[in-house]
């Protein structure tokens, strides 16, 4: 923690602390006044259990989260296996800087043949060295970020692979600069010695600090060396294991104290070719993520083209994910794929044999994790360093198909085998990549039918969606399927989303016989590599910081308590608002014309009106992206590589009134998009045609700069094809037209509760858990009655609040938890919750 952090912390619990016999809001008793709230606990009635599993963390090779991040390894494209393939920008030596020193001389060619490292690890570093006496070439590499982070007097574990076709063997000069080239450690000299691959390891200790460090490798002598797996490890990893994880982030997920690891993805497990990487597929380079590949010597393993748009190497694999999950005492849930792409792919392979194979592969994961030493994967995985089997529970086959039916029978395939060889393994299904609509009605149903014993949930949603469906669960069927929500945020890193998360999390608690596991997803960022938000943890190369969602999640994830005590609250709740705001033009990728928009209302008044005739100057860019213009009478956007435009005109006050226009799709990968209720601040709703590479159209509502779904069917756009959009508001209800044909509807009449509550039972401590979401800029003057309970009058409180627009960041984390002692705590009392905040009572209950 930087000294400014840690004032900062301070400074807060300073504050606070000094208003406990004053009139802050959370801390002192409210006036005798009547109070907005009231929480009531039933006297006697007993609530469902509640796992040790509940909350979790989801972890994916997003944001550069592995490779760069939680993984250790210090060298990026340690085995020069970037390609085109993985990222248009990349090459063999992609981080790498050819260079010489003392006169030396030679080239660097990264080679793909028969004298390679071994099959799957197929590129490798070819110097031709034609060195004068004295002289040295070779290659340095940059590392992540700003470079090697290393701390002066730590120990680094430095390893190469190399041949050398020269009789002497090769002169080899290990060194740690900085970017100035001054020395960060002694350098270390090796000999390269036979034409046949070795493993030559060292140890390097670091001089200075510093995060901006250089990996040179220099040869001396002429002939050719060839190089590869060049890897610079910190010796304090993670539990010290090697191989291992970056200690800082490994710590911040291990104080989370997760029930489960859920791994690894996300739409990297079900995405690009389902073949193996052999010869008999030609080695393909965007493949589903398949667990063998990532087992045994990391210098055997497999490589690919992570779905997120780079290289991952797959030294962070599966036994890595199995271990972890037991380092920190959490259930490790891997997810297979099922044979159907999802994350906007939608393909089915349909090749039985192939299923066959990854059905096959699924039952040897198992083997693999529990198996006894005497079987084949037991043994591999004994022989890794863990004889003693991990314990696993669950599989989850899938994720976020789009295709329901060529999914689910995929599933059924695999439940069946599975079930057949390990009847205790919980098989666990999905619903797709929504929180509504007709795949995730459709794969419910299925999964209803065929007794599925918990289905995977996923959905991003704005603060207002997280604030209104606190009750989600409660009308679910508890003697279905169990819910494993396996990912969801709200969309942003503020205080404000990190509220909405908690107000819903109260009810994932409250319906804990439903809702089995939860996790919050992404895990992880790195800050100069993302390719998604909101994210948990973000890090550089060598600090971190967990945002004020990660400081709500620790709370939750630290006092769930054994059991819910059934409570009821009552108070204000936020009355929804009618559809109003600027219409707006959008595109994706996609070049689109747009022609006669009007608004006009029930009576047939014209509210806006524009047929370009005159021009676009009553258009004003909201997202200033693409290529406008005025082009024969027509509004036009012409840049097909242009990804989220959106220009907007008229301010339409009316809650009753309809949308009309042409849109007509001139080029590119989807469709076209039309918005209404645009508002200043950045909310609006967009009816998404042709979208996700043209196969599906969706209504979404955005905040927060992201969008949630609120309706999604298929749907495609044809180029060349003039559309009638119409789109009919009234108050919330909207109705949508597509050629004169009614497309969807939806009603946004959602009330929001910016007040919720859960109480929970811890039964070691013997201590009721009072968890309280105030999500209003407001005080909420509070009435708790526990029913007769008898109780200490002091408590443990833990409050996280503050400005709802702010974030922690790098350079501070300003939203912190403080704990205090409060008094006045009895069997009815009342307290004001202070505004944007949630407080945590741990309450002793006493005989």
């Given at each position: 923690?930087?000294?400014?952090?840690?004032?900062?912390?301070?400074?807060?619990?300073?504050?606070?602390?000094?208003?406990?016999?004053?009139?802050?809001?959370?801390?002192?008793?409210?006036?005798?006044?009547?109070?907005?709230?009231?929480?009531?606990?039933?006297?006697?009635?007993?609530?469902?259990?509640?796992?040790?599993?509940?909350?979790?963390?989801?972890?994916?090779?997003?944001?550069f989260?592995?490779?760069?991040?939680?993984?250790?390894?210090?060298?990026?494209?340690?085995?020069?296996?970037?390609?085109?393939?993985?990222?248009?920008?990349?090459?063999?030596?992609?981080?790498?800087?050819?260079?010489?020193?003392?006169?030396?001389?030679?080239?660097?060619?990264?080679?793909?043949?028969?004298a390679?490292?071994?099959?799957?690890?197929?590129?490798?570093?070819?110097?031709?060295?034609?060195?004068?006496?004295?002289?040295?070439?070779?290659?340095?590499?940059?590392?992540?970020?700003?470079?090697?982070?290393?701390?002066?007097?730590?120990?680094?574990?430095?390893?190469?692979?190399?041949?050398?076709?020269?009789?002497?063997?090769?002169?080899?000069?290990?060194?740690?600069?900085?970017?100035?080239?001054?020395?960060?450690?002694?350098?270390?000299?090796?000999?390269?010695?036979?034409?046949?691959?070795?493993?030559?390891?060292?140890?390097v200790?670091?001089?200075?600090?510093?995060?901006?460090?250089?990996?040179?490798?220099?040869?001396?002598?002429?002939?050719?060396?060839?190089?590869?797996?060049?890897?610079?490890?910190?010796?304090?990893?993670?539990?010290?294991?090697?191989?291992?994880?970056r200690?800082?982030?490994?710590?911040?997920?291990?104080?989370?104290?997760?029930?489960?690891?859920?791994?690894?993805?996300?739409?990297?497990?079900?995405?690009?070719?389902?073949?193996?990487?052999?010869?008999?597929?030609n080695?393909?380079?965007a493949?589903?993520?398949?667990?063998?590949?990532?087992?045994?010597?990391?210098?055997?393993?497999?490589?690919?083209?992570?779905?997120?748009?780079?290289?991952?190497?797959?030294?962070?694999?599966?036994y890595?994910?199995?271990?972890?999950s037991e380092?920190?005492?959490?259930?490790?849930?891997?997810?297979?794929?099922?044979?159907?792409?999802?994350?906007?792919?939608?393909?089915?392979?349909?090749?039985?044999?192939?299923?066959?194979?990854?059905?096959?592969?699924?039952?040897d994961?198992?083997?693999?994790?529990?198996?006894?030493?005497?079987?084949?994967?037991?043994?591999?995985?004994?022989?890794?360093?863990?004889p003693?089997?991990?314990?696993?529970?669950?599989?989850?086959?899938?994720?976020?198909?789009?295709?329901?039916?060529?999914?689910f029978?995929?599933?059924?395939?695999?439940?069946?085998?599975?079930?057949?060889?390990?009847?205790?393994?919980?098989?666990?299904?999905?619903?797709?990549?929504?929180?509504?609509?007709?795949?995730?009605?459709?794969?419910?149903?299925?999964?209803?039918?065929?007794?599925?014993?918990?289905?995977?949930?996923?959905?991003?949603?704005?603060?207002?969606?997280?604030?209104?469906?606190?009750?989600?669960?409660?009308?679910?069927?508890?003697?279905?399927?169990?819910?494993?929500?396996?990912?969801?945020?709200?969309?942003?890193?503020?205080?404000?989303?990190?509220?909405a998360?908690?107000?819903?999390?109260?009810?994932?608690?409250?319906?804990?016989?439903?809702?089995?596991?939860?996790?919050?997803?992404?895990?992880?960022?790195?800050?100069?590599?993302?390719?998604?938000?909101?994210?948990?943890?973000?890090?550089?190369?060598?600090?971190?910081?967990?945002?004020?969602?990660?400081?709500?999640?620790?709370?939750?994830?630290?006092?769930?308590?054994?059991?819910?005590?059934?409570?009821?609250?009552?108070?204000?709740?936020?009355?929804?608002?009618?559809?109003?705001?600027?219409?707006?033009?959008?595109?994706?990728?996609?070049a689109?014309?747009?022609?006669?928009?009007?608004?006009?209302?029930?009576?047939?008044?014209?509210?806006?009106?524009d047929?370009?005739?005159?021009?676009?100057?009553?258009?004003?860019?909201?997202?200033?992206?693409?290529?406008?213009?005025?082009?024969?009478?027509?509004?036009?956007?012409?840049?097909?590589?242009?990804?989220d435009?959106?220009?907007?005109?008229?301010?339409?006050?009316?809650?009753?009134?309809?949308?009309?226009?042409?849109?007509?799709?001139?080029?590119?990968?989807?469709?076209?998009l039309?918005?209404?209720?645009?508002?200043?601040?950045?909310?609006?709703?967009?009816?998404?045609?042709?979208?996700?590479?043209?196969?599906?159209?969706?209504?979404?509502?955005?905040?927060?700069?992201?969008?949630?779904?609120?309706?999604?069917?298929?749907?495609?756009?044809?180029?060349?094809?003039?559309?009638?959009?119409?789109?009919?508001?009234?108050?919330?209800?909207?109705?949508?037209?597509l050629?004169?044909?009614?497309w969807?509807?939806?009603?946004?009449?959602?009330?929001?509760?910016?007040?919720?509550?859960?109480?929970?039972?811890?039964?070691?401590?013997?201590?009721?858990?009072?968890?309280?979401?105030n999500?209003?800029?407001?005080?909420?003057?509070?009435?708790?009655?526990?029913?007769?309970?008898?109780?200490?009058?002091?408590?443990r409180?833990t409050?996280?609040?503050?400005?709802?627009?702010?974030?922690?960041?790098?350079?501070?984390?300003?939203?912190?938890p403080?704990?205090?002692?409060?008094?006045?705590?009895?069997?009815?009392?009342t307290?004001?919750?202070?505004?944007?905040s949630?407080?945590?009572l741990?309450?002793?209950?006493?005989?």
């Amino acid at each position: 923690m930087s000294p400014y952090r840690a004032l900062l912390g301070l400074a807060t619990v300073t504050v606070l602390l000094a208003t406990v016999g004053g009139a802050a809001p959370g801390l002192a008793q409210a006036p005798a006044t009547p109070p907005d709230y009231t929480i009531t606990v039933d006297r006697g009635a007993t609530g469902p259990e509640i796992a040790d599993s509940m909350y979790g963390v989801f972890f994916e090779d997003i944001n550069f989260a592995a490779d760069g991040g939680l993984y250790a390894e210090l060298v990026r494209n340690r085995s020069f296996e970037f390609l085109p393939a993985d990222n248009a920008a990349y090459n063999g030596l992609t981080a790498w800087t050819p260079g010489a020193e003392a006169g030396g001389a030679g080239t660097a060619t990264t080679v793909d043949d028969a004298a390679r490292l071994n099959e799957r690890n197929r590129t490798y570093l070819k110097l031709a060295l034609t060195n004068p006496a004295g002289g040295r070439y070779g290659v340095t590499n940059a590392g992540y970020n700003t470079g090697f982070a290393v701390t002066r007097g730590a120990t680094y574990d430095f390893s190469v692979w190399a041949r050398s076709d020269s009789p002497a063997g090769t002169p080899l000069s290990v060194t740690l600069r900085d970017t100035a080239g001054q020395q960060l450690a002694a350098p270390v000299s090796l000999t390269v010695r036979g034409d046949a691959w070795t493993r030559y390891p060292a140890t390097v200790r670091a001089t200075r600090t510093t995060d901006a460090g250089r990996l040179a490798v220099l040869a001396g002598g002429t002939g050719t060396l060839r190089l590869d797996m060049v890897s610079l490890f910190p010796r304090d990893t993670y539990k010290a294991r090697p191989n291992g994880l970056r200690k800082d982030l490994a710590e911040k997920i291990a104080a989370l104290r997760p029930g489960f690891v859920r791994f690894p993805g996300g739409c990297l497990v079900n995405t690009g070719s389902m073949a193996g990487y052999d010869a008999a597929a030609n080695y393909p380079r965007a493949r589903s993520y398949q667990w063998k590949d990532t087992v045994g010597p990391v210098e055997t393993r497999a490589t690919n083209a992570n779905f997120w748009g780079y290289n991952q190497s797959y030294g962070l694999g599966y036994y890595e994910y199995l271990q972890f999950s037991e380092d920190i005492g959490a259930m490790p849930l891997p997810v297979l794929p099922a044979l159907v792409t999802g994350c906007g792919q939608n393909r089915a392979t349909d090749d039985p044999a192939l299923l066959q194979r990854h059905i096959q592969d699924a039952l040897d994961l198992i083997e693999f994790a529990n198996g006894p030493v005497t079987s084949t994967w037991g043994k591999l995985r004994a022989q890794m360093g863990h004889p003693k089997p991990f314990g696993l529970t669950h599989v989850a086959v899938g994720n976020e198909e789009n295709l329901p039916n060529e999914y689910f029978a995929n599933f059924l395939k695999f439940r069946e085998a599975i079930a057949a060889k390990y009847p205790q393994i919980v098989v666990v299904s999905n619903s797709g990549p929504d929180d509504q609509g007709a795949t995730f009605d459709n794969l419910w149903a299925k999964n209803k039918a065929a007794g599925v014993a918990m289905v995977d949930e996923h959905y991003y949603n704005s603060p207002a969606w997280f604030l209104g469906n606190n009750k989600r669960y409660d009308s679910y069927d508890r003697n279905g399927p169990k819910v494993f929500l396996g990912e969801y945020a709200s969309l942003d890193n503020k205080l404000f989303n990190s509220l909405a998360e908690a107000s819903y999390m109260t009810g994932l608690e409250r319906n804990a016989d439903v809702v089995k596991l939860a996790s919050y997803a992404p895990l992880l960022a790195n800050i100069d590599h993302v390719q998604w938000k909101p994210d948990m943890i973000w890090f550089d190369n060598d600090e971190s910081w967990g945002s004020t969602s990660y400081q709500m999640q620790k709370l939750f994830m630290t006092n769930v308590g054994d059991r819910v005590v059934p409570s009821r609250s009552t108070g204000k709740v936020v009355q929804p608002k009618p559809i109003t705001g600027a219409v707006g033009l959008s595109t994706w990728a996609t070049a689109a014309t747009y022609d006669d928009v009007k608004v006009t209302a029930p009576d047939g008044a014209v509210l806006f009106s524009d047929d370009f005739s005159g021009g676009a100057g009553q258009w004003t860019p909201v997202e200033p992206r693409g290529a406008w213009s005025v082009v024969d009478g027509a509004y036009r956007q012409t840049d097909t590589a242009a990804l989220d435009t959106l220009v907007k005109a008229g301010n339409i006050t009316a809650t009753d009134y309809d949308l009309t226009l042409k849109a007509t799709k001139q080029a590119g990968a989807e469709g076209f998009l039309v918005a209404f209720g645009v508002q200043p601040s950045g909310e609006l709703y967009w009816w998404n045609l042709g979208g996700w590479n043209n196969t599906q159209g969706a209504i979404q509502k955005g905040a927060g700069g992201s969008k949630e779904i609120v309706l999604a069917k298929p749907n495609s756009i044809t180029t060349g094809t003039t559309y009638d959009i119409r789109i009919e508001v009234r108050g919330t209800q909207v109705r949508l037209f597509l050629n004169g044909a009614e497309w969807g509807s939806f009603t946004d009449d959602q009330v929001t509760e910016p007040f919720a509550q859960v109480v929970t039972r811890d039964d070691a401590t013997g201590e009721l858990i009072v968890k309280v979401v105030n999500a209003q800029d407001t005080p909420a003057v509070t009435t708790v009655d526990l029913s007769g309970r008898k109780v200490a009058g002091k408590a443990r409180m833990t409050v996280i609040s503050g400005d709802p627009q702010e974030q922690n960041t790098r350079s501070a984390e300003p939203i912190l938890p403080v704990t205090t002692t409060v008094g006045g705590i009895s069997a009815k009392f009342t307290r004001t919750f202070a505004p944007n905040s949630v407080t945590f009572l741990r309450i002793r209950e006493s005989s």
